[in-house]
């Protein structure tokens, strides 16, 4: 069962144009990290955010996370070809150290030029 | 590069046999964890080993079983394989900093059952 649902599973945008994915969950999370993955490669990771209402900025990425830390979003501002992937999000339980991750459905974006 | 490898990249067994793969961690890294990812959907967590020992299991039969040797590497065996086994494997390494368990992935590996 997952945890996490992301939003939209599919986004086809033109260059230039601005996009929000969506990850949502009952669930209370101690951090949630974000990752894109490229085909045939494993996920890289973006961001983590840990304390609720926080926001960190990546260049034109822009991750927030919940105040209830349930849910995250990534915007991103003026999306380039280079942006293409499969983005997921994946939460930690506890904060006590080496708990695993319950990843996201995943968003694939397409960025067409 | 996050300096996690894996090996072998791609790999086809036929139902019922048996197959290990095999992961070297990111230097400084104490912790592995195993990762399922079948085509279209994210990573199931496996199982983790921190200092040798499971420390976690996700929702895996028995015939998945894994090892850490004294490097940190580790190894993920499955037993009996189903067509359903056929995914992408991945393993990540960590340490636990600052209350925050960053997992690094490498590239996975490719099994297919036949």
């Known amino acids: 069962t997952q945890l996490l649902e992301q939003s939209p599973q599919f986004l086809s945008i033109q260059e230039g144009e601005n996009l929000t994915v969506y990850c949502n969950s009952s669930s209370v999370f101690s951090s949630l990290q974000w990752y894109r993955q490229e085909p045939g490669e494993g996920p890289v990771l973006l961001v983590t955010?840990?304390?609720?209402?926080e926001v960190k900025k990546l260049k034109r990425l822009t991750f927030q996370f919940g105040d209830a830390r349930k849910d995250s979003s990534l915007h991103i501002t003026a999306a380039q070809p280079g942006d293409t992937g499969l983005y997921l999000c994946?939460?930690?339980?506890?904060?006590?150290?080496?708990?695993?991750?319950?990843f996201g459905t995943g968003t694939r974006l397409t960025i067409i030029p | 590069e996050t300096g996690v490898t894996q090996s072998p990249t791609h790999l086809i067994k036929t139902r019922g046999q048996q197959v290990t793969l095999r992961c070297s961690s990111q230097s400084g890294h104490n912790t592995v964890s195993w990762y399922q990812q079948a085509l279209g959907q994210g990573p199931q967590f496996i199982f983790q080993?921190?200092?040798?020992?499971?420390?976690g299991r996700g929702n895996f039969p028995p015939r998945f079983s894994g090892l850490q040797f004294p490097n940190y590497s580790s190894e993920l065996n499955v037993n009996a394989l189903e067509l359903d086994d056929s995914a992408l494997y991945l393993c990540a390494s960590s340490t636990w900093t600052s209350g925050i368990d960053e997992q690094y992935f490498g590239p996975g590996t490719r099994l297919t059952v036949t």
């Open positions: 994946a939460g930690s339980i506890s904060n006590f150290g080496n708990e695993k991750l319950t």
């Open positions: 955010v840990v304390t609720g209402g």
């Open positions: 080993y921190y200092r040798e020992e499971e420390n």
